[in-house]
């Protein structure tokens, strides 16, 4: 939606009223933190708008906005008188908060809001594996997906994105997600992308939302939120609570924090604030919780469930292994080899120390290690000082060609989640040797999985693995790695499969063709009766809500400055309104 400026003298500028009016409409947070009803503030917004009903600006409203939006809901008349004097300044606001304005509130159709931490280029976890979710999740009749990622100025992604890569606008770096995707799904995706402003924290090598990210999702489309890394989303977030805007609100666990923060100068302290920040958040702004694994933090409303399946891509290289070795070809003609980022806390410094220790028990195997990072000349430096059999090379693409003939992936970390690579090789037909951890838990079933609890057992599972043929997948084996099957697991234990036949079900008994408006819609309890639960809950975000609003200390643990609100740079790039217009000294 655009705001022209063509229509400014017609136009008559806001009165106290319809201020004051916005004022309280922008409060109601508080006020349901304070225990005063809805309808107080809506009668009162009323009163103050209904005075001025008949005046010039809701006529010249009432002519110059589609049908579709001239309705007799007094907040929204509100917000599109307030968006008729911005038109009439001539600010522009396509893809910003009022950019699904014309759109009709009413569908059959669910909406999806996958919002993540993280977004492609950068090859991380959390940008890969929320896409293919929503790739495969779209592919559904029953649910509309959109997937939101963070917009990083220029200055972030030089820092980010690997060999320099950087995009000049959110549309540039939506064609380049979906172009990667779409040639490994092999399918045409389906859902929308949207952006919302992102800080890079150089320290912890994460970005950080700024502002509140939960606005960047159209109100009409607030119904089923997925919040990949809830914990990381909602440290500093300071703004609408999730469960208050959408009706059923999962988080997906991707990251073992605790384990990487106690590597840190001082990491016990911070992990003991850490862990309860994250029970708070867990509480406060989620329905249900799946975790990918036992590695991670044990929080409240939490199962264990893996919901990642691997790059169809691989499934082919394991197909195509499998029928070379029933044709009598040799498919692994090299040994072993190691891939992931180089930094300590991937593994390198369980693999220094467990070839250091076996040195002699290695003797004539060597391993191929692939992977860039901070730590790069570190590990290199101190793997040369000990002399030990490690061979390093530039990362690469675990789908290259050049990883293929490997026959063993040795995997030492204890710091994962589920290690992707993991699932990967396993789906290339290769023996893989892990620790025996919760993290590895998933793959036991495979048989060439080849864990190890012991320095000894690792150095009897890489001569096992040597001298041994890794087995072909069975059909249930690689359905249970893909995506498909991935997604059947995460309908199933994030109860959505259940929220969406409930709506279609409340749609068919509406009697008649025409969709049941409040289909699917989640009753609120009445503020004057919550369950103690509830107002648990709803206490703890308040709590978090203050404290998240003062700078002082939001900078006294940890947070990017200036990350309370977005930018003025955002603000240009993703087209929104200037900063001290969407949040205003008074607002709330």
Request: hydrophobic share 35%.
């Amino acid at each position: 939606m655009s705001f022209a400026p063509e229509a400014s003298e017609d136009v008559p500028p806001l009165d106290l009223g319809e201020l004051f009016a916005y004022f309280l409409k922008q409060s109601v947070p508080l006020f349901d933190q304070l225990g005063i009803k809805r309808d107080v503030c809506d009668k009162l917004v009323e009163s103050l708008c209904s005075k001025r009903k008949d005046h010039h600006a809701y006529n010249f409203l009432s002519a110059s906005e589609p049908s579709s939006l001239r309705n007799d809901n007094v907040g929204d008349e509100l917000d599109l008188r307030i968006a008729s004097v911005l038109q009439s300044t001539g600010h522009h606001c396509e893809g910003g908060f009022w950019r699904d304005v014309q759109k009709s509130d009413i569908s059959d159709k669910r909406h999806v809001a996958i919002v993540t931490t993280a977004s492609l280029p950068w090859m991380t976890g959390t940008a890969v594996n929320p896409l293919f979710r929503a790739a495969y999740l779209a592919k559904s009749s029953k649910q509309k997906v959109t997937l939101v990622v963070p917009w990083l100025c220029k200055s972030d992604q030089e820092l980010v994105y690997p060999n320099s890569m950087t995009f000049n606008s959110p549309e540039e770096q939506e064609n380049y997600m979906r172009n990667w995707l779409e040639e490994r799904v092999g399918f045409k995706t389906d859902f929308k992308i949207s952006f919302y402003p992102g800080k890079f924290q150089k320290e912890r090598r994460s970005i950080i939302p700024a502002g509140d990210t939960s606005q960047f999702i159209p109100s009409k489309e607030a119904d089923i939120a997925i919040l990949e890394e809830p914990e990381h989303l909602n440290w500093y977030h300071h703004g609408k609570r999730w469960t208050d805007k959408f009706n059923h609100v999962v988080g997906v666990v991707h990251t073992n924090y605790l384990e990487y923060i106690k590597r840190e100068k001082n990491g016990a302290i911070q992990a003991f604030f850490v862990k309860h920040i994250n029970n708070l958040v867990a509480r406060a702004y989620c329905h249900k919780i799946l975790r990918l694994s036992g590695a991670t933090q044990d929080l409240p409303k939490s199962m264990i469930c893996n919901v990642h399946g691997v790059n169809p891509k691989f499934l082919e290289v394991g197909e195509r292994i499998a029928a070379e070795r029933e044709s009598g070809q040799q498919s692994f003609s090299k040994g072993a080899y190691f891939l992931g980022k180089m930094v300590w806390a991937k593994g390198y410094r369980e693999l220094i120390d467990l070839f250091a220790k076996h040195k002699s028990d290695l003797v004539g195997f060597k391993l191929d290690i692939y992977g860039n990072g901070e730590d790069s000349h570190e590990v290199q430096s101190i793997a040369r000082k000990l002399n030990l059999n490690l061979n390093f090379h530039k990362g690469r693409d675990h789908a290259d060609d050049s990883l293929h003939g490997y026959k063993v992936f040795i995997n030492p970390s204890i710091s994962d989640v589920l290690c992707t690579a993991t699932a990967e090789a396993l789906a290339m037909g290769k023996f893989v040797v892990c620790a025996d951890h919760p993290s590895n838990d998933f793959f036991r079933s495979f048989p060439n999985c080849l864990t190890y609890k012991t320095s000894e057992d690792f150095v009897a599972r890489v001569k096992e693995a040597m001298t041994r043929y890794p087995q072909p997948l069975t059909p249930e084996q690689r359905y249970n790695l893909s995506w498909e099957a991935a997604t059947q697991r995460f309908m199933e234990h994030s109860e959505l499969d259940k929220v969406l036949n409930d709506s279609s079900n409340d749609c068919s008994s509406s009697g008649g063709t025409e969709p049941d408006r409040s289909a699917g819609r989640r009753t609120r309890q009445p503020v004057s009766a919550p369950s103690i639960s509830d107002a648990v809950d709803g206490g703890l975000a308040f709590a978090h809500y203050c404290l998240t609003g003062s700078e002082l200390l939001r900078l006294s643990t940890g947070a990017v400055p200036g990350t309370r609100d977005y930018n003025k740079q955002h603000s240009a790039d993703l087209r929104l309104l200037p900063p001290q217009v969407q949040n205003p000294i008074y607002g709330w």
